[in-house]
């Protein structure tokens, strides 16, 4: 793609790719995990601005920077029980749903 200069277009076949990978696995029953074999920054920041992260009482932000921050530790050792209990309520009561339900993917 970048041949044609056009990184946008790039990171944007890139992006629905990467979520059609998701949609695949989840369709699989493969247990998902907040990893780079499932997601990049620039999904999670996708799955933001599409709505996937709805403001709830325990975040206004519906878990949005949680996530990233989660995603963006070097070392995945260092997240606590709590922490990974937290990503797995995510991941299934928000990011799975919404990649299902997720017209685009079809």
Not at 37 to 53: C, K, P, T, V, W
Not at 74 to 98: C, G, H, M, S
Request: hydrophobic share 40%; aromatic share 12%; charged share 30%.
């Amino acid at each position: 793609m970048q041949e044609f200069g056009r990184t946008d277009l790039h990171r944007q076949v890139t992006l629905y790719s990467d979520l059609f990978r998701l949609r695949a696995a989840i369709l699989n029953n493969t247990r998902i995990t907040l990893t780079s074999d499932f997601f990049s920054r620039a999904m999670i920041e996708y799955l933001n601005d599409e709505g996937a992260f709805t403001p709830d009482r325990w975040d206004a932000d519906g878990g949005y920077a949680f996530m990233l921050d989660m995603f963006n530790k070097r070392k995945k050792d260092e997240i606590t029980r709590p922490q990974l209990a937290r990503i797995t309520v995510l991941l299934n009561r928000k990011v799975i749903p919404f990649v299902l339900a997720d017209e685009s993917l079809g």
